[in-house]
Structures are given as structure tokens and as C-alpha cells.
T-cell receptor, first 108, second 117 residues
Framework: KNEVEQSPQNLTAQEGEFITINCSYSVGISALHWLQQHPGGGIVSLFMLSSGKKKHGRLIATINIQEKHSSLHITASHPRDSAVYICAVGTSGSRLTFGEGTQLTVNP | DAMVIQNPRYQVTQFGKPVTLSCSQTLNHNVMYWYQQKSSQAPKLLFHYYDKDFNNEADTPDNFQSRRPNTSFCFLDIRSPGLGDAAMYLC????????????????FGDGTRLSIL
């Protein structure tokens, strides 16, 4: 069992839909990161959180430390949101442990 | 403006021919990371520098080496690339806190996609 599990692995939505991607982890963490990777490789850090909720534009990230669970929400999804979304947790030292990613496709 | 810059974006080398990938940063971050990412897989940490301290992951092959001549630059050297080393190589930086903590965001470059002929 991976230390970081994401669901779903693949998600297809219509433009405008509300999207939720889930992340569960089984280890103690110092912080949880949500990352976005577009085709072509570059990774962008969306959020880093250790408690509660953060919002940036149409993106919202929440974390429940007791349940070891985080969600990434996208409101009013758009085709440009199509990307791989990766959950990663900070454990020991400077390392991140990555989930396998969720491939999101938003159709116009 | 790009803050973590990787060159080149695409690199083709021959089986067994040494290759060097480069990464530079304008963030003045003290931690730099090299990741290997194969198709449809999560990034895998190869090693990282905390200032000048080199930290190798236990399962990183000896074929992979790294150099950090100064704060801004970090290089990944693959001494004898094999077909299995074809991948995307990602450089990232972060501001390292006390105890090398990982509750700092990592800033990634666009990656170098390495192909082996």
C-alpha cells in the first residue's frame, strides 16, 4: 500500500463542473502539497497546507489531519485546468512522498 | 520570469555516453533537488543538497552523480546512461528551514526530457 493514495486516477469533466480530487496518507506529515503538472513536464506548486483550508482563485484545498485526508476542489472547471494533479506529503527532512497523480481532463 | 531554469529542455544522448543536465535558480534557495520521473509515474527523488550538504537517496544508482558549485547552480551527471535512464529529470528548490523540514513549497523547473539512443 502506498503511503500516499489519490483518487480518482483519471477524471473527465465538462467545462463548468465542480471537481474534487482526494488524497489519503498513512504517515505523519509536516505539510501536504498539491502540485499541478501540465503536458510537457513542468510542475507548479498550487498549495502547501498543514491544517484547515486554503483558497486561490477557483482552487480550494482542505486538509483533515485527524483523518489524514486532503481534498483539492476546482470550481467552474475550464479546459485549461486539464493537467495531472499530484498530492505530496512532507515527511522526514526535506523529502516529499508523492501520490501517483490524478489525470484531469476538462472538455469544452 | 522563470525562477528555476533547466537546460536543455530536451536532451538526446547515446547509450553509455556521459551526459550532464543543468539547473539554475534565481530564488537564492538553499535546498536543491533532482527528481527522475518516468512516464505516468510519480517523481522519484534522486538526491538533494541542503546548502553544500549532499544527500543521496539509498536507491539512487551510482551512475547518477551531482555537483553544486554554488547556491545558484546544480548539475546532474549520468556517467553511463542506459535505456532505463530515459525519463524526465526535474530540478526543484526550496527554502530549507530548521531541521531540514519539508513544510516549505518546492519550486520546480520545466524539466529536461532525456532520450537514450
Amino acid at each position: 500500500k502506498n503511503e500516499v493514495e489519490q483518487s480518482p486516477q483519471n477524471l473527465t469533466a465538462q467545462e463548468g463542473e465542480f471537481i474534487t480530487i482526494n488524497c489519503s496518507y498513512s504517515v505523519g506529515i509536516s505539510a501536504l502539497h498539491w502540485l499541478q503538472q501540465h503536458p510537457g513536464g513542468g510542475i507548479v506548486s498550487l498549495f502547501m497546507l498543514s491544517s484547515g483550508k486554503k483558497k486561490h482563485g477557483r482552487l480550494i484545498a482542505t486538509i483533515n489531519i485527524q483523518e489524514k485526508h486532503s481534498s483539492l476542489h476546482i470550481t467552474a472547471s475550464h479546459p485549461r485546468d486539464s493537467a495531472v494533479y499530484i498530492c505530496a506529503v512532507g515527511t522526514s527532512g526535506s523529502r516529499l512522498t508523492f501520490g501517483e497523480g490524478t489525470q484531469l481532463t476538462v472538455n469544452p | 520570469d522563470a525562477m528555476v531554469i533547466q537546460n536543455p529542455r530536451y536532451q538526446v544522448t547515446q547509450f553509455g555516453k556521459p551526459v550532464t543536465l543543468s539547473c539554475s535558480q534565481t530564488l537564492n534557495h538553499n535546498v536543491m533537488y533532482w527528481y527522475q520521473q518516468k512516464s505516468s509515474q510519480a517523481p522519484k527523488l534522486l538526491f538533494h543538497y541542503y546548502d553544500k550538504d549532499f544527500n543521496n537517496e539509498a536507491d539512487t544508482p551510482d551512475n547518477f552523480q551531482s555537483r553544486r558549485p554554488n547556491t545558484s547552480f546544480c548539475f546532474l551527471d549520468i556517467r553511463s546512461p542506459g535505456l532505463g535512464d530515459a525519463a524526465m529529470y526535474l530540478c526543484a528548490t526550496s527554502r530549507g528551514g530548521q531541521g531540514h523540514n519539508s513544510n516549505q513549497p518546492q519550486h520546480f523547473g520545466d524539466g529536461t526530457r532525456l532520450s537514450i539512443l
